[in-house]
Structures are given as C-alpha cells and as structure tokens.
C-alpha cells in the first residue's frame, strides 16, 4: 500500500477485489499536525454511485464538520468500492494502519449475495485455498516484480465456476417452489458477514480508529424482490394462478380478493405476495402495515441484493461483542419520507439501494449526529448545530450542483448505451434510459439528457423521435452532438445505424436523410 514517496497507493498490489476502483488514487500516510483523519469503508453507497463528488456522504462530511466544530481540522477519506462486500471490507481495514485513521465509518451488507460473491458460500473450501493463495508471500512477490498474473484474479479464482451456477440458477423463474439459493448457503453468508465484520472492527481498533458501523439502507417501496419460493405443496395450477394475479395491479388485486386474510395466509412466505401486499397498502395510506409487508418482502427475497433483516442482526451482534457505535438511519428515512411513509424511487433512491443526492445528505446529517450524541470527536454541548449555515449554502461552498450531476448521470448512460448498442432493449439499455430520464428529472436543461433520449430512440431505428431530442440538446449546448457527428465520420458501423434510422450529418448537424426519416420501428 505505501510508496517510496511516503503516500498510500490507492489501491495497492492486491486490492480488495479485481477492478477495483476507488476515489482517490493516493494520499499521504502521514497526517499533518493537528488533523483528524476520518476514513470511510463499504460499497457503492460510500463510493457515491451513480454520482460524482461531491455528491457522496463523505463530501458532506467533509464539509460540515469543520462547520460544526470551528477550529477543528478534518480530512475525510473516501474508500468506498462499488460491488465490495464485507470479506474485501476486511481485507482493506486489516491494510489501514499506516494511515493511522482516528475515526473509521463502515457500510457495507448488500453485496453478500452478489453474483461475484456466490462462489464463497457455494463452495466455501474452495474459497479458503484461494483466499490463502492470494494471501501468500510468495505470489505477493511474484506480482511484484513482474511474473505471473499477480495477486488477484486469474483460471483459477473460480470467477467461470460463479458464473455459470448463475446462469443456472437464473434458469428457474420468478415463481419457483425450490429455493434458489440453499439454506446452508445463506447460514454460511451469515457467518462469513459476521466473522468479516469481526475481522474489520479488529483491524480498525488496533489501528487506533474508534468505530462506527452503519446499518444499511435500501429502497423498500419501488423494488419488488426478485425472487419468490412458493410454498412446497403449491400445483402448477396455483402457481400459473398467482402469477396472473400478480400482474395485476396491487390496488385491482387486494380489491378482487373476496378473504384477503385467507390470502395472505396461504401465500405469507412468497415475497411477491407481500410486495403487492405492500403496495396496495401505500396506495390505501395504511403506512404501518405498507412498512411490515414491504420489509417482509425484502426478507423474503430469494435472491437478496438488498440487506435483509437477519443478515444485518449480525450488526447487532457484532456491537454486543466489540466497543462500537452503530447508527440506524432508518428512522430518519422513514420520518423523512413525508405522508407516504416509506421513501423510494421519488428523491430519496436512485435504484434498489444507492441513495438519491438527498438520501446522501440525510445519511451525513444522520452519522454528524449519532457523532455528537456519543461525544466522538468532541463533547456533544461543542457541536454547533444551530449556527451552521443553510444547506444551501453549504452545497454551494462544496461545488455540488443539480446541473453537474445530472451531466454525470446522463453521460454514465451514454457510455452504457454505448456498450448496449446492438441490443436496444438489453438490461444495460433500459438503465441507461432510467440514467437520462433521472438525469432530466434533477435539471430540466440537460443538454446530455436529451442527446441520450436521441441516442436510445435511433437504436430502435425511431429517427423522428431521435431528431427531435438532438433539437432539443442542441439548444441547450451547441456542443452536445460533437460526439455523435464525429462518431458518424469515422465509423461505419455508427454511419449504418444512423442510416437505418433515416438520419444522416451535413453540414456538422444531424439532420434526416433526403426524404426524412422512416417512420418509427414497429420492433421497439
């Protein structure tokens, strides 16, 4: 991790995953005098994804805590790793102590059931023996001095193997009577989440950083879970039976339902019955119960990329065995949520579990003052709450704007556009379309949004409706479209889709081929 010049490589020979990327690049291991290091650990939700800084919790951190405890010097590290789970959690911790950190704030849990993360609790031996020889001194050496594949990755990481058992285990659909995933699975995940937060809070503490782990949030309203196991005795024509009823909408099948009671009981252990359950709920205004049901389906989930009640238990568990300060933010979100009761997709969640640029600032806002409630880094009566600026205010001073991230956002989807190009209707595609409408959504005159609603409509062959967004880019930025006029000159490819599309470049502008455009695609 140290250089010869006295920084921390970030990351360093072996990082905490293959791909790994982090914030920052390097930092000095040695703090100036009179600073307090605070080093922020977990997954994507620390990194900030899908935004730019400054628009993560550790920005917001970085900028209040000076507000609040004048005459203090603060300097707040950034380690978060999109797709980093607990076990690559630990492994980093277990590297920090030249950094001499003073306060460690650690998220992590969603990613214990990830794809890349399967392999673990499938086949957990298999896993030690590669983790030990990751770990060796002499593959260490190896990839130092330039032999071999280095100290990651590489045939025999087991990343085929993982793999394919996804593919398999994707083969069974939505609706299944066998688990997706075996219980001895889920118990050895547990395990492992709870022996890797061990690990952490250890490595943190002899290290010389107080502690503070924070319970995960995720979206519960507006993500159905993606996978339901149906009870063993269900026919196939229950099952076929449920399934139509479930493509209905929530309010039309509580409605229809002449012993919902009787209903639910039957089908209590299926997360999509409770989702729908749940959402019926909100839609009645019935908040406790939507809560119950939508957590229920969470839980429930046959394959949970959100935290679940149980896994974070060991969170608790963690705190009775070690001297750490866990934080809840839940309670603040729900408080937050306004007269719906359960925040999600609508300003507070950009998707299933990464925080909206307002969900990153009430998790700062909640961290400062469970701080200042356990008199860390001062005496809670020294915390300044009341004088501190607006938040406005504070945004500004920080360089964070809703025009910047929604550039960021809108040209994260273009790049997965591009990546999705011979697909218009792949995965990649329709997130990349949600990363335009979101980007539009924070600043109406985004010039990258509307140059991204063009691209996605001349995929599918829709020159018109393509025509009409690139008007609108254009007129927001006169430079927006440079990249598609100097893709279509130097790429054949990108000449014949636009062609198909009945769109052409004269003169340094899109404009229809002679003729206009063809109508749009009846294959959308």
């Not at 995933?181 to 503490?205: D, F, G, K, N, V």
């Not at 979206?219 to 063993?232: F, I, N, V």
């Not at 839940?330 to 307002?358: I, K």
Request: aromatic share 6%; glycine share 8%; charged share 25%.
């Amino acid at each position: 991790m140290a250089s010869a010049d006295g920084s921390a490589l970030v990351p360093g020979p072996d990082p905490p995953h293959a791909g790994a990327h982090f914030r920052i690049e390097r930092l000095p291991l040695a703090k100036e005098p009179g600073v307090t290091r605070v080093v922020c650990l977990g997954d994507s939700t620390v990194h900030g994804h899908p935004f730019d800084p400054p628009a993560p919790f550790a920005d917001w951190l970085a900028a209040r805590l000076p507000l609040l405890l004048p005459g203090r010097r603060f300097e707040v590290v950034n380690l978060g790793v999109n797709g980093m789970d607990s076990e690559a959690v630990a492994d980093l911790a277990e590297e920090l102590a030249p950094l001499a950190p003073d306060l460690a704030i650690v998220y992590v849990g969603h990613n214990e059931f990830l794809d890349q993360h399967l392999g673990k609790s499938v086949r957990p031996s298999s896993h030690a023996l590669q983790r030990a020889l990751r770990h060796s001194w002499f593959l260490r050496w190896l990839a130092q001095h330039g032999g071999g594949g280095g100290a990651t990755g590489g045939a025999g990481d087991g990343g085929d193997r993982d793999r394919e058992l996804v593919a398999q285990l994707r083969q069974r659909g939505a609706l299944d009577a066998t688990p997706l995933l075996a219980p001895e699975w889920i118990e050895r995940t547990h395990a492992r989440y709870h022996a890797s937060l061990q690990r952490t809070a250890r490595a943190l503490r002899d290290a010389g950083a107080r502690t503070l782990f924070c319970r995960p949030l995720c979206d519960l309203a507006d993500t159905p879970p993606q996978r339901s196991t149906l009870p063993a005795d269900c026919s196939e024509a229950e099952r076929a039976a449920l399934a139509e009823q479930l493509r209905s909408a929530p309010e039309a099948l509580v409605a229809a339902l002449p012993d919902r009671a009787a209903w639910r009981a039957r089908w209590s252990t299926v997360a999509a019955v409770r989702y729908a359950l749940g959402r019926a709920a909100l839609l009645r205004g019935d908040t406790d119960e939507a809560r119950r049901e939508l957590e229920a389906a969470r839980d429930l989930d046959g394959h949970p990329v959100r935290a679940t009640a149980a896994l974070l238990a060991e969170l608790d568990r963690l705190v009775a065995e070690e001297p750490l300060l866990l934080v809840d933010p839940w309670p603040a979100l729900f408080a937050a949520a306004g007269p719906r009761g359960v925040a999600g997709q609508d300003g507070w969640f950009v998707d299933y579990v990464h925080p909206d640029l307002r969900g990153h600032e009430l998790l700062a806002d909640v961290l400062l003052h469970a701080l200042a409630d356990a008199g860390w880094l001062a005496p809670r009566p020294e915390w300044s709450f009341t004088d501190e600026p607006p938040r406005d205010e504070t945004a500004r001073r920080m360089g964070l704007t809703l025009a910047a991230q929604a550039t960021s956002l809108a040209r994260r989807g273009l790049f997965a556009l591009g990546q999705a190009y011979l697909d218009p209707e792949s995965e990649l595609a329709k997130g990349a379309a949600d990363s335009f409408e979101r980007a539009l959504r924070l600043d109406p005159d985004c010039a990258q949004g509307y140059a991204g609603r063009g691209a996605l409509a001349l995929l599918r062959g829709d020159g018109a409706t393509a025509l009409a967004a690139f008007r609108e880019a254009e007129r927001r930025d006169a430079r927006a479209l440079d990249s598609f006029v100097e893709g279509h000159a130097s790429n054949a490819t990108i000449r014949e889709l636009f062609a198909r599309a009945g769109v052409t470049v004269r003169d340094g502008r899109l404009v229809p081929v002679e003729g206009g455009p063809p109508p749009p695609s009846s294959q959308r």
